[in-house]
């Protein structure tokens, strides 16, 4: 029992449907055989019972008529005798008496001999033998009176007193045998008939018992699957509530009034839908700030350009490849006398003569190119899969194009940049020494010049 309290809500709708279901087939079994027994019983009470209760009132019938005739003769006496009509009415009538009480007897006998032979009595056998017994002497005593009704039509003329006193004493002892006939066959019958009635209350009584507990213990596990699957769901989302809190605003979204209509697990899977929206938006916002914090922590806040950072740890990356058959270049670039723009026309000027130049290389590299502020007014483009050749040429459209802009906002000014490709064992320090050196030299040179060596 308390492992099924612990079991899954699978599990113990299954249980329960099988108790119930179990239930119900007991119920029909002991219906099934409950009914055939009494079917059984009933039968018996048509097959034997009902005819009996016939016999029954034919031999009351035929004793009524018996009186009838000895009031009847009572009355008459010896003149019974004078009369030949009147003595062959008598005769006739003690001849309907024996001859229809003895059909009854046979009759009342065949129907209890029947129903014994084909099992039909299965109530008080007993006592239905006993009855086939009275039977049988009733009938010894009716053929004994039949003699002496022969005797008193042959000899009564003589005398009528004695032999019509046999015949009265004889009538009175039949009347007690069949009327004691009569009345076993009538208490037999109605104890059949009260064993059938107390079969069916017993039948009744059973149902009612195991259907009320059927009802019983169907209603108590059905309230327990609900209230369990009702405090779990509460469980659940009362948990998406707190994480909805943990996460922050937005959280009244959950457990709204609007849920009237819906059931607990429509209920819980709209909770789960906005809380799944809610996690799937605030992870696209958690990618979006990541890669902000990337872009601020690689780029440079006032141009925008890759910052230092970024260029040692790139550098080291493209060396690293040269090194197993790779190739780059880069290009050193430094604003010529900027100090000097700085003290002519403001910082902020050259703030903004740094974020144009960022802008104006942007727009002349190639997308796989990437543009680095290392220092102040020094910038190195790291041009990857790059022969110096090329980087060179690209060096110098970069140094024409910052020569030849004119924004009246801006004062004008020029860049100087040294280029160098990588070479076989460069280092990090071996080759910046050199691009450091070529934009030396192209400062050296007057400025506004590309080194490329
Ligand atoms: N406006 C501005 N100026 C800066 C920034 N960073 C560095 N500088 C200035 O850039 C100037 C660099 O001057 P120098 O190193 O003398 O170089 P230069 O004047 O360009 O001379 P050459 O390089 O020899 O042509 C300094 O005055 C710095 O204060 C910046 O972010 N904004």
Redesign the pocket.
Known sequence: MFKWFNASITRKVSSLSFVLLSFLFVVILYSVLKLQKINYEMREVAQIDVPLSDVISQIELIQLKQHLLMETIRQQKQALFDHPSLKKKALLGFNDYNRSLSEQLVKAMQVIQNGLKRGGVRIQVADHQTLIKQIRSLHIEREAFDHLVNQFFLHGDTDFSLHWSNIEKHCKKLDTQSGMLLKNIDQLTLKASLYTERQEQELMIVNAILGIAALFIGTYLTLYIVQSVRSRVGSIRWKIESLHRTLGEDSDEVGANSYQDLDEFSVLEADLNILTNRLSKERSNRYEVERQLIELATRDK?TGAYNRHKWDELLKEELALANRGGRFSLALI??????????MHG?????K??QFLVTELNKLIRETDMLFRI???EFAILLKNTGLDEAGKLAEALRLKVETFNTPSLPRFTI?LGVTGSQESDDQVSILKRVDMLLYKA?GAG?NQVKIG
């Open positions: 006032l430094d604003v010529d006398y900027f100090k000097k723009i700085n003290d910082h902020g000027v050259g703030d003569v740094l220092g102040g007014e100087s400062k400025r």
